[in-house]
């Protein structure tokens, strides 16, 4: 389930008051460190906390009453029931077990037997806790909303009733088939729908506040502008949140799991946020750029959600060109929309100060914008040649594209890194913001090169090469990110001078080779480059790497503005070389035959210790390491 949380919206609270338990939990159950009693333990705590959610989203509607109030506390109040039912079964069953000593054997009975029951109460709970925010007469529209704690209330009830059946569901998938991995396309695609979700959120935060304040007022609602932008990033965050209830038709044979598929709590959330912001939309003034702007992402997240969920209540797709051209896709929209955010909180300030920061914020913003653009059109072209019959291959494998787009993301990084974070209206969300882009865009680029070299059989190394690639891309730059931010932090210190700015040239030294080490990577032209492993590319940035380690060990962490805080984002930068210089060395070993370690097959199996082919790549990666630290130190 928290998959479809992973990288949430970060400009919306949902959430926030509640910590998921599944992803924590199961993982304990499947690798013996939890029992199947302390597991039932857990559940009754979450449980406990549904039950209070519903209870606490009661009480808030019955002191506010009904008027100016979009929630049925009748609905809530049959939810309650539902949830205590299944509340009191697990009472039953732990107080049972606890007074045997087969407590282990009833517990592990009770998730193989009796959970798909208690599933279904809680699945006619959530549906009744769903519906509790429209009545009978008149669909929910939140820009008519007075009070938003009721609403806040219903949604934090839905996200622990989610990982409450989320938790009984994998549980007993874990007791009645011994699996314990759930389907990767499943997962992927309920990270493209959250991807889709948050950028709609973001999104939603460029509408001019004077553009929703006059539709609420022309509705007659009490709430303000960032109220109702709260309130609809939490139906946007439902929508992802709730596809991980969704089985495809494979899981649900596998299963025989028919709870309350007549109740369709995603597909009803679909619907809503399609109603609501479809209206919101016809109100914008057209001529506005943010609100033609946040129109085209709404729609776009909209369609890709409404295919993911299609698909994954049917069979979702199996080729590799289309799973990567979807999560390229739902990467750059998100990418598109943080941008975008950002831009427009520093564009009244560009108006009067043609500030660097600014300027660099527009053109990333465009230069995302334009990569997007340009798969949209490979997938209508795409479209196109299906429709007339005549697919001559994916648009998306086409080199042309790939170089295309990745030139842009390239582009989109290189300004990224000149933005000072400070100069930000809003630092710490936005530079937020920024990292996160950051993170997509490498994502995109290494996914780029990765179809650019599955188009082309001249150009296509092994898919661990990629893999390989993307590990040493996210190791540079999460160490780029981690010197930049102690870069900026002596900004602050006035007057700098001798030892002080030493260390500070010094900081500034590692970042440039580190960000050297990753244009080099990331800069290769894949007809110069004929494998991903080139010896000399790799080399060239193994010496950069040893540079960077040598620098960083000649830093005083006393001189440092924040010696606690800066001192362990060196330590991690530390640790990232030793690894990233690891890596190279090991693809360098692979890509050269004269320095190949021997095959397996060369070891005789009943050999461990030294025998072993590994152990002895990892031997010759240190030596090969320490003899390029020392030879830099003569």
Known sequence: ??????????????????????????????????????FLKSLLSVLEHAVESTERAQSIVGQIGRVGCGIDAQRLATAQVRLSRVFEAVVAVIQNAAASEDKEEISRNFLKQTCNELIRECFDALYHISNSRRHSRRRLSIFAEHYTDAFSSVSNAILVVVDAITLMRR??????????????AIIDARRRIARCMNAACYAVHAVPSSTIGSFVEALGGGCSAPEIREMTCYLLQEAALLSSLVLNQEEMADRGDTASSHHSPS?????????????????????CPNTRFFSEVFHAAMERTS??????????????????????????????????????????RAQKEKGHCARSIL????????????????????????????????????????????????DAQLLLESIDVN?????????ELLNRTRKILLDSGALCISLQCGADPEYRPPHQAVMQQRNLSSMLLEAVSAMYTVQTSFNAISPIAGDI???????????????????????????????????????????????????????DVRLLPNPMLHGELLNRTREILIDAGSLCIRLQCAGNPEYRPPQES???????????????????????????????RQ
Do not use: W
């Not at 007791?175 to 389907?183: A, C, K, L, R, Y």
């Not at 100069?423 to 530079?431: D, M, R, V």
């Open 1 to 38: 389930m928290v998959s479809a949380m992973h990288g949430r919206c970060i400009v919306s609270n949902y959430g926030s008051g509640y910590q998921l338990v599944c992803d924590r939990l199961v993982p304990e159950l499947q690798s013996g460190r939890c029992s199947y009693f302390s």
């Open 171 to 184: 549980a007993h998938t874990y007791v009645t088939t011994g699996n314990t991995v759930e389907n990767s």
């Open 267 to 287: 597909q009803y959330a679909l619907d809503l946020l399609s109603r609501l912001l479809t209206r919101l939309i016809h109100r914008l003034e057209p001529s």
């Open 307 to 348: 295919m993911e969920y299609r698909d994954m209540e049917g069979t979702l797709p199996s080729d590799d060109a289309v799973i990567h051209q979807r999560n390229l896709s739902s990467m750059l929209l998100e990418a598109v929309a943080m941008t975008h955010m950002v831009n427009a909180s520093c564009a009244a």
């Open 363 to 410: 053109e990333t913003s465009e230069k995302v914008q334009k990569a997007f653009s340009t798969i949209r059109e490979s997938e209508r072209l795409c479209v196109d040649q299906y429709f007339y019959g005549y697919i001559l291959g994916l648009p998306i494998g086409d080199a042309n594209v790939c170089s295309r787009i990745r030139g842009l993301v390239d």
């Open 423 to 431: 100069s930000l209206p809003n630092p710490a969300l936005h530079g």
């Open 501 to 555: 700015e030493n260390c500070k040239s010094t900081v500034l030294g590692i970042g440039e080779k580190l960000q050297e080490a990753l244009s080099v990577l990331r800069g290769r032209s894949l007809t110069d480059v004929p494998s991903l492993g080139n010896v000399n590319v790799l080399s060239h940035i193994t010496g950069l790497v040893a540079d960077a380690q040598l620098l960083l060990e000649s830093i």
């Open 602 to 632: 060369d070891f005789d199996p009943g050999v461990g210790g030294e025998g072993n082919p590994s152990t002895y790549l990892a031997a010759l990666s240190t030596l090969m390491s320490a003899f390029s630290l020392h030879s830099r």
